[in-house]
């Protein structure tokens, strides 16, 4: 499907972006090209969990996440951000939908396997393509907060990189792009720093045990990594706030890193 792109973005990266960001993605949609955006939300949700006294706790990255926990994780990802996401979009002439993967059961999920340590975490098991086929086909771009729900009507958290790539997946995506605050995965060449034009996983494991890849940028090399599910075949890192950055990516190529399977 070479007209639609997924992006994923965390809620904190979108918010700091500047209005070309959007206007940019107003222009990719005058032009034909259909724009779903994933969003996260992390220093958000951690930020309301401090204020009303309920402990942030991780297995493994994924949010240990009880009933009290997952009342704050919707209200912040589905409620807040996804609307402030909305509402930049439709400021700067781009037509958008806010959703949450409960909508419409656009997220089916199931629980995770260790869901015994982390609570009512989810693995998506389906994604209802057909209802964001018909958002694009009226002319949105929709936004979509990954939260997942079962046939009982459980609620489950899903990690934003997990839902996205699902998302990419059922669409028939075979490129998702990681909008992060970063040019791409960096390495030494000559004493200088220099974008690795595409990596493989072998690769991205070499450069985070020789250090090259260290601190924040490992979470976020992985988290772009457990994009690549399903029909996803490649996944593309870029620095949202570079000039007319989706444009690039998406007509011209030759930015950011493309992290391949292998």
Same mark, same amino acid.
């Given at each position: 499907?070479?007209?639609?792109?997924?992006?994923?973005?965390?809620?904190?990266?979108?918010?700091?972006?500047?209005?070309?960001?959007?206007?940019?993605?107003?222009?990719?949609?005058?032009?034909?090209?259909?724009?779903?955006?994933?969003?996260?939300?992390?220093?958000?949700?951690?930020?309301?969990?401090?204020?009303?006294?309920?402990?942030?706790?991780?297995?493994?990255?994924?949010?240990?996440?009880?009933?009290?926990?997952?009342?704050?994780?919707?209200?912040?990802?589905?409620?807040?951000?996804?609307?402030?996401?909305?509402?930049?979009?439709?400021?700067?002439?781009?037509?958008?939908? $806010?959703?949450?993967?409960?909508? $419409?059961?656009?997220?089916?999920?199931?629980?995770?396997?260790?869901?015994?340590?982390?609570?009512?975490?989810?693995?998506?098991?389906?994604?209802?393509?057909?209802?964001?086929?018909?958002?694009?086909?009226?002319?949105?771009?929709?936004?979509?907060?990954?939260?997942?729900?079962?046939?009982?009507?459980?609620?489950?958290?899903?990690?934003?990189?997990?839902?996205?790539?699902?998302?990419?997946?059922?669409?028939?995506?075979?490129?998702?792009?990681?909008?992060?605050?970063?040019?791409?995965?960096?390495?030494?060449?000559?004493?200088?720093?220099?974008?690795?034009?595409?990596?493989?996983?072998?690769?991205?494991?070499?450069?985070?045990?020789?250090?090259?890849?260290?601190?924040?940028?490992?979470?976020?090399?992985?988290?772009?990594?457990?994009?690549?599910?399903?029909?996803?075949?490649?996944?593309?890192?870029?620095?949202?706030?570079?000039?007319?950055?989706?444009?690039?990516?998406?007509?011209?190529?030759?930015?950011?890193?493309?992290?391949?399977?292998?």
């Amino acid at each position: 499907m070479t007209n639609t792109f997924v992006m994923k973005c965390g809620g904190s990266t979108l918010a700091a972006l500047p209005g070309a960001f959007f206007r940019d993605l107003r222009e990719l949609q005058e032009g034909g090209i259909r724009p779903v955006i994933v969003h996260g939300g992390g220093p958000a949700i951690n930020e309301t969990l401090g204020k009303l006294g309920i402990e942030s706790r991780f297995v493994n990255g994924l949010r240990v996440t009880d009933e009290s926990t997952l009342n704050v994780v919707e209200m912040v990802l589905a409620g807040r951000i996804n609307k402030e996401i909305v509402r930049k979009l439709q400021q700067n002439g781009a037509r958008s939908l $806010g959703l949450s993967g409960t909508d $419409g059961r656009l997220i089916e999920a199931k629980p995770v396997a260790n869901h015994a340590e982390v609570g009512l975490v989810g693995d998506v098991t389906g994604v209802n393509a057909a209802l964001i086929e018909g958002i694009m086909a009226i002319g949105y771009i929709p936004v979509i907060a990954p939260i997942g729900i079962d046939a009982a009507g459980q609620r489950y958290n899903i990690n934003a990189d997990t839902a996205a790539g699902a998302v990419a997946s059922h669409l028939g995506v075979d490129t998702m792009i990681v909008v992060t605050d970063v040019p791409g995965i960096m390495r030494t060449v000559n004493g200088e720093k220099a974008v690795l034009p595409q990596v493989t996983f072998a690769e991205i494991e070499d450069m985070i045990a020789s250090g090259e890849i260290y601190g924040g940028m490992i979470p976020k090399v992985r988290a772009a990594m457990s994009c690549l599910h399903g029909n996803v075949r490649e996944v593309l890192i870029v620095d949202g706030a570079a000039e007319r950055v989706l444009s690039r990516a998406v007509r011209e190529g030759g930015l950011g890193t493309r992290i391949v399977r292998g």
